[in-house]
């Protein structure tokens, strides 16, 4: 079964730092590309950053020069590395993974969130 677990989240100052992680196991075919989302109280779940199998990365506006997406090939896993924190980064960071295998084609596969808050 496949699984995709973020950490790393938690309580920070505004203009503090976090790193989020993300991993996958299972039987989850080739890694096409991985992607963070964010989603607050009664708002959308909004693309925050994501790269491609390829290491071509984009980010939502409000998080360029702030924030940075990477990955680890050989663990199957990213990162976020978030810098100058907001009060407005404040919602829970989710982790997509989308997978293709001969049998299936793609699939999406999300974590469960890990949450961040930015408060003084």
């Known amino acids: 079964q496949v699984q995709v677990v973020e950490s790393g989240g938690g309580l920070v100052q505004p203009g503090g730092s976090l790193r989020l992680s993300c991993a996958a196991s299972?039987?989850?075919?080739?890694?096409?590309?991985m992607a963070w989302y964010r989603q607050a109280p009664g708002k959308q779940r909004d693309l925050v950053a994501l790269i491609r199998s390829g290491g071509s990365t984009n980010y939502v506006d409000s998080a360029k020069g702030r924030f940075t997406i990477s990955r680890d090939n050989s663990k199957n896993t990213m990162y976020l590395q978030m810098n100058s924190l907001k009060p407005e980064d404040t919602a829970v960071y989710y982790c997509k993974i989308v997978g293709w295998r001969p049998s299936s084609g793609l699939s999406d596969y999300w974590g469960q969130g890990t949450q961040v808050t930015v408060s003084s």
């Open positions: 299972g039987t989850i075919g080739s890694i096409t590309l």
